[in-house]
């Protein structure tokens, strides 16, 4: 069974950091990871990947401030979030993108504010 575990989440004043985790299991063929957010009232947002082979790629909106990673047994992908603010605030969903299908988080809430 797929199991996809984050944590990480929580307050923090603007300017503030975080780190993200998830943590997945019985995933087969994973091709990349993700972190995806979704405030309310807008559409859900890429926010990094990294794909098998360690690629990373950002959304424009964090770039310079957010650095995804993964441990070496690739069974865990981290979102270090830096220099945070309120638009950061969210639900943060880790994305497992396998050959047959993506798998979901349940979601961490971020909130941002002061």
């Known amino acids: 069974q797929v199991q996809l575990v984050e944590s990480g989440g929580g307050l923090v004043q603007p300017g503030g950091s975080l780190r993200l985790s998830c943590t997945a299991s019985?995933?087969?063929?994973?091709?990349?990871m993700e972190w995806h957010r979704q405030a309310p009232g807008k559409q859900r947002e890429l926010v990094a990947g990294?794909?098998?082979?360690?690629?990373?790629y950002y959304g424009d909106s964090v770039k310079g401030r957010f650095t995804i990673s993964r441990d070496n047994a690739e069974n865990t992908v981290y979102l270090q979030m830096n220099s945070l603010k309120p638009e950061d605030t969210a639900v943060y969903y880790c994305?497992?993108?396998?050959?047959?299908?993506?798998?979901w988080g349940q979601g961490t809430q971020v909130t941002v504010s002061a």
């Open positions: 990294v794909k098998r082979g360690t690629l990373a």
């Open positions: 019985g995933v087969t063929g994973l091709m990349a």
């Open positions: 994305r497992a993108n396998a050959i047959l299908r993506d798998y």
